[in-house]
C-alpha cells in the first residue's frame, strides 16, 4: 500500500490520467514502433506489478520529492522504466501523490479544461455527453471548424465521455479530422490561388489562414513544420489582422522561414521561423511599413521616404485589394512602383490611385463591372467577398447620387453592412440593398430615376467617385 486511501473523485481523476499518459506511451503511432523494443515490453510487465514504488523514497524527476532524496542513474533497468521513460506517470497513487490538489485545480468542465489529453481526461471523469461535446466545440474551434449536425456529435459522445468508454485523445482528433458532419474552415477548402488567399484574409482570422497557409506549405512547396506555433508571429501580417499582402509573398516568406529555421535547427533549436515577416520587422534595418501603414496620403508618403521598391509595391497591392482590384501582371507592376517609391519620383496617392485605374495590367473585380439588376447583384454576392460588395455597393451609391452622403467616417457603417448582403453572413436581393443604402444614408431627389438610365455605360464614370484615396 502506497499511501492512504484517497478520495473516489481524487483516485478516479488520477487513474484517468494515468490512462492517458499510458496511451502516450503504448497506444500511438511511436508507441506501436517502440513496442518492438524488448525493453520496453519489460518496463510495461515490471510498472504493472512493482509500480515504481522505489521512488517514493527517490523521486524522480518531475515527481515530489522523495523522503531520501532525488534517484540518480544507476544503470539499472529499473531507473530507465520508472525516471528515464517517466513511466512513474502511469501509476495513480503516484500522480496523487506529486498533485494531492489535482481534482480542485481541475474541475474537468468542458468549457473551461485545457484543450489536450489531460484537459480529456478530466472531461471523462464527469461521464456527462453535455460536457464532452462542449468541450469537442472548443477544440474544433481552436482548430477553426466546427459541427454542422449535432445529432451526429450527439451520437459519437458516450464513446469517449466516458460514460460508455474513454479512449485516447489523439483518437479522438483523428475521428473529428475526418468526420463528414465538421465543417474544416474556409482556410482548408478556398482554392490555393490569389482567389482563394483574398477570400480568407478578409474575414481577418488568424486561425483560417494558418490552415490556409499550412496548405501552402504541404501541397504547394511541399514542405513542413514540425512545430505549427513556428507560424504565430507570421500570420496576422497575412490575415488581414495587421495587414494583407499577397499568394506570392506568403509563399516566398513561408519558404524562406522553413529553409532559416531548419538550418538554425543544426546548430540550435529555435522555436520561431527566423525569415518570417513578424521577425523581419523586429530585426530589419528596413522595416516591412509597406505591409501596415495606413492606405492614407500620409501612410503613402511615409513608405515613400524609404526609398524601397519592395515595400512600394506591398503598399500598392494593399491599396488595390482594398478597391477590389488585382494586379495581373507582376512585372508592369515592379516598373510602375518605381515612381512612387522615391527610387525615380515621388507623388500622392491620387496620383496613384488614378494611374492604377486606368492601368492595362491591373484587374477589376466583379464589383466593379457586374450591373445593377438582381443577376448582378447575385454575380457578386456569390464570390462571398466583402471587397467586392463594398466596391459594388459604391457604384451603386454613386448611381444613386449619394455618394457624397457617405464621408469617409461613415465607411465603417457601410462597411458592417456589407457582409449581410456579400454572402459572407447572409445574401438578400438587389432591391434590398438599395432600398437599405437609401435609408440609411438618405434619399436624393433624383435617386429613383437615376437607375433608370443604361447603368453598364456609367461605369466608368463611377470609377472617379469610387476611387478616392482612402
Request: net charge negative; glycine share 6%.
Amino acid at each position: 500500500m502506497l499511501l492512504d486511501a484517497p478520495s473516489a473523485a481524487s483516485h478516479s481523476l488520477v487513474e484517468a490520467l494515468a490512462r492517458v499518459a499510458k496511451t502516450a506511451v503504448w497506444d500511438t503511432a511511436e508507441g506501436a514502433e517502440m513496442a518492438m523494443d524488448e525493453k520496453l515490453l519489460a518496463c510495461q510487465t515490471y510498472v504493472e506489478t512493482a509500480r515504481c514504488s522505489w521512488t517514493m523514497a527517490y523521486s524522480c524527476n518531475g515527481q515530489a520529492l522523495g523522503s531520501k532524496g532525488t534517484a540518480l542513474s544507476d544503470g539499472t533497468g529499473v531507473f530507465d522504466c520508472c525516471c528515464t521513460r517517466g513511466l512513474w506517470k502511469t501509476v495513480p497513487e503516484l500522480l496523487l501523490i506529486t498533485f494531492p490538489n489535482m481534482v480542485a485545480a481541475h474541475p474537468g468542465s468542458g468549457n473551461e479544461t485545457t484543450l489536450d489529453a489531460d484537459g480529456y481526461a478530466t472531461v471523462t471523469i464527469l461521464k456527462d455527453d453535455e460536457e464532452f461535446k462542449d468541450f469537442v466545440r472548443r477544440v474544433l474551434a481552436a482548430e477553426g471548424r466546427e459541427v454542422v449536425d449535432n445529432s451526429f456529435l450527439s451520437g459519437l459522445a458516450p464513446y469517449y465521455s466516458g460514460k460508455r468508454a474513454v479512449q485516447s485523445f489523439p483518437h479522438l482528433l483523428d475521428e473529428l479530422h475526418s468526420a463528414p458532419w465538421i465543417y474544416h474552415g474556409l482556410g482548408r477548402n478556398v482554392s490555393l490561388t490569389q482567389d482563394g488567399y483574398e477570400e480568407v484574409a478578409e474575414h481577418k482570422d488568424d486561425v483560417q489562414m494558418k490552415a490556409f497557409a499550412l496548405r501552402v506549405l504541404s501541397d504547394v512547396l511541399h514542405m513542413g513544420l514540425q512545430d505549427e506555433h513556428q507560424l504565430d508571429g507570421l500570420i496576422p501580417y497575412f490575415s488581414g489582422n495587421i495587414s494583407v499582402q499577397d499568394l506570392e509573398t506568403l509563399k516566398s516568406e513561408l519558404q524562406q522561414g522553413v529553409e532559416a529555421s531548419e538550418q538554425v535547427a543544426v546548430e540550435a533549436p529555435a522555436p520561431v521561423v527566423q525569415r518570417a515577416l513578424a521577425a523581419s520587422l523586429i530585426a530589419s534595418q528596413e522595416p516591412a511599413i509597406g505591409s501596415n501603414a495606413p492606405l492614407t496620403e500620409e501612410g503613402y508618403q511615409a513608405v515613400a521616404k524609404l526609398k524601397s521598391d519592395k515595400e512600394m509595391k506591398k503598399f500598392a497591392k494593399r491599396f488595390l485589394h482594398s478597391q477590389g482590384r488585382s494586379c495581373k501582371d507582376e512585372a508592369s507592376l515592379n516598373g510602375f512602383v518605381a515612381f512612387f517609391s522615391g527610387n525615380k519620383a515621388v507623388q500622392t496617392l491620387d496620383a496613384m490611385q488614378k494611374n492604377l485605374a486606368i492601368a492595362a495590367w491591373v484587374g477589376h473585380g466583379i464589383g466593379r463591372k457586374a450591373p445593377f439588376s438582381d443577376k448582378g447583384y447575385q454575380e457578386v454576392a456569390t464570390t462571398r467577398r466583402d471587397v467586392q460588395m463594398m466596391a459594388y455597393a459604391k457604384r451603386l451609391l454613386a448611381q444613386l447620387h449619394l455618394a457624397s452622403s457617405v464621408p469617409k467616417a461613415d465607411d465603417a457603417q457601410l462597411a458592417k453592412m456589407i457582409p449581410f448582403f456579400s454572402g459572407r453572413k447572409s445574401s438578400q436581393d438587389f432591391s434590398t440593398l438599395q432600398d437599405e443604402l437609401m435609408a440609411t444614408f438618405g434619399k436624393h431627389d433624383d435617386a429613383e430615376s437615376a437607375l433608370d438610365d443604361d447603368v453598364d455605360a456609367d461605369i466608368a464614370d463611377d470609377e472617379e467617385l469610387f476611387d478616392a484615396p482612402v
